[in-house]
């Protein structure tokens, strides 16, 4: 008989409970009566699994995002706007995930970027009984779901780290149904709850941190349209530091006369590109249409994200930040000086490679990245889309961005200052300079900015309290 190469899935072992056996159906039927599976029905409508071995995070995400039916704002493929893996790339580079897998902290920060509401707790500041109330709470809702991030070895499983969705609590028999989105290698099993929690309450090698729970919920407003923070960069925990910690320090010891002179202490001393930690968004989609048409809903998208560009730009903060940097000889080492043709073209190379299905870049295909198009909306306001010409297998990957020509667009100007306006009142409170504080305090007031872009800072203030709570 000849040797067949691979792995064809796990045997279940114990204290696992195949879903699918009659004991596994008893203690769903018992659990169902009990009122302890009403999330249950959403989470296995939208049950899938992983693209990759590493990808057991990216893929109990997705599941529960699409559970709770969040719109991701962008297409997935065709017109179908959907979360996938694919999609999930905003704190961790494809690749990297690919390789390493991701960690409890970059988990949360997707959720967050991707428009869910993620209370993370790691096991270390709880306890079985708390986990045990929070589970029995989301099993019992429809509208909140819970990522378990955990050990497979207390569970007599091969493996180690592994992430994947709770989808329902018995009570009586206190057992708690993992939905393991590694399906070829496990089926969805029930364990008992004190089991997954030592799984639970372990410590991540990688992070030195304790691993945790996750509830995940839907948030009423939309996700960010125009700015997001990335983990992407090496120093990001430097920045995230800075910001929470390093920030006030730097303004309190700072000889000011003007808010000219805060504006060059902060970039004198920021760790880094300000442009490599705050990023703008953009949308990537593949077409055969190299005419740049949008659709309605990509243009509304389109409209509404140059709506929140000119907002920033009228503020008084990037009216003065932008009127310094003009009138200094040289750029402050914080901004970055790439052009609008580089960054869509980094876009459209990671549009090609996951749009063909890959996850690496090329090293050739930014050069072909060139203004095509430009477009505009029933109202006047401009919109550009911008096309890689080199095209993929079934057409050309297109990047759309705001109203502008080809040049810096979003410029680093309104990268610093929407991460300016991000800013705690309290950090400028520590301005020795009492006029100067005053001032500056009036420039990053937030209850004064127009709606959409009040937005848009909450949405990064948001992200920036997360990696700060995150400390790995």
């Not at 064809?8 to 169902?32: M, Q, S, W």
């Not at 493929?77 to 990297?96: A, H, I, T, V, Y």
Request: net charge neutral.
């Amino acid at each position: 008989m000849a040797a067949v190469a691979g792995l064809y899935r796990r045997v279940l072992p114990l204290p696992g409970i195949d879903f699918t056996c009659r004991e596994g159906k008893e203690i769903f039927r018992e659990a169902l009566e009990d009122g302890t599976m009403e999330g249950f029905f959403k989470l296995i409508a939208h049950f899938q699994t992983q693209a990759e071995p590493a990808f057991c995070g990216l893929a109990s995400l997705s599941m529960v995002l699409n559970s709770l039916s969040i719109d991701p704002g962008r297409k997935w493929k065709g017109p179908w706007r959907w979360f996938d893996e694919s999609m999930l790339d905003c704190c961790e580079p494809l690749e990297k995930v690919k390789t390493d897998g991701i960690s409890f902290a970059k988990v949360t920060c997707l959720g967050e970027c991707s428009g869910a509401r993620v209370e993370a707790v790691r096991a270390s500041e709880s306890s079985l009984e708390d986990f045990r109330s929070v589970v029995k709470k989301c099993c019992s809702s429809e509208d909140e779901h819970l990522i378990a991030s955990y050990n497979r070895q207390p569970l007599k499983q091969t493996g180690t780290g592994h992430f994947s969705p709770i989808g329902g609590y018995h009570e009586r028999r206190d057992m708690a149904l993992i939905l393991d989105v590694a399906r070829f290698k496990y089926p969805p099993h029930w364990v008992p709850l004190n089991v997954l929690w030592d799984a639970v309450n372990t410590v991540d090698v990688s992070t030195g941190k304790s691993r945790g729970f996750m509830v995940v919920t839907k948030r009423s407003e939309p996700p960010s349209l125009l700015f997001t923070s990335s983990c992407k960069v090496e120093n990001w925990r430097d920045v995230s530091r800075f910001l929470s910690q390093e920030l006030r320090v730097v303004v309190r010891n700072a000889k000011v006369t003007s808010v000219e002179d805060v504006f060059s202490a902060i970039l004198e001393t920021f760790p880094g590109k300000v442009t490599g930690f705050v990023k703008w968004i953009v949308e990537v989609r593949r077409s055969n249409d190299e005419s740049g048409k949008l659709d309605n809903d990509e243009m509304q998208r389109l409209t509404l994200k140059t709506n929140v560009l000119n907002q920033l730009r009228s503020t008084d903060m990037y009216k003065r930040l932008a009127g310094w940097l003009k009138s200094t000889p040289s750029c402050p080492c914080a901004l970055s000086e790439k052009s609008l043709t580089d960054e869509v073209g980094e876009a459209s190379c990671q549009g090609k490679s996951l749009l063909c299905g890959g996850l690496h870049k090329s090293k050739s295909c930014a050069s072909c990245v060139s203004c095509k198009r430009m477009t505009r909306t029933t109202d006047g306001q401009g919109a550009g889309v911008l096309i890689g010409d080199g095209g993929v297998k079934d057409g050309n990957v297109q990047v759309i961005v705001p109203t502008g020509s080809c040049e810096l667009h979003p410029t680093p100007v309104d990268v610093v200052t929407v991460l300016l306006l991000a800013q705690p009142s309290e950090t400028w409170s520590e301005i020795p300079n009492s006029e100067v504080r005053l001032e500056f305090v009036n420039l990053g007031a937030t209850d004064k900015l127009p709606d959409l872009l009040q937005l848009e800072v909450v949405h990064l203030q948001r992200q920036l309290r997360v990696l700060n709570c995150s400390d790995e």
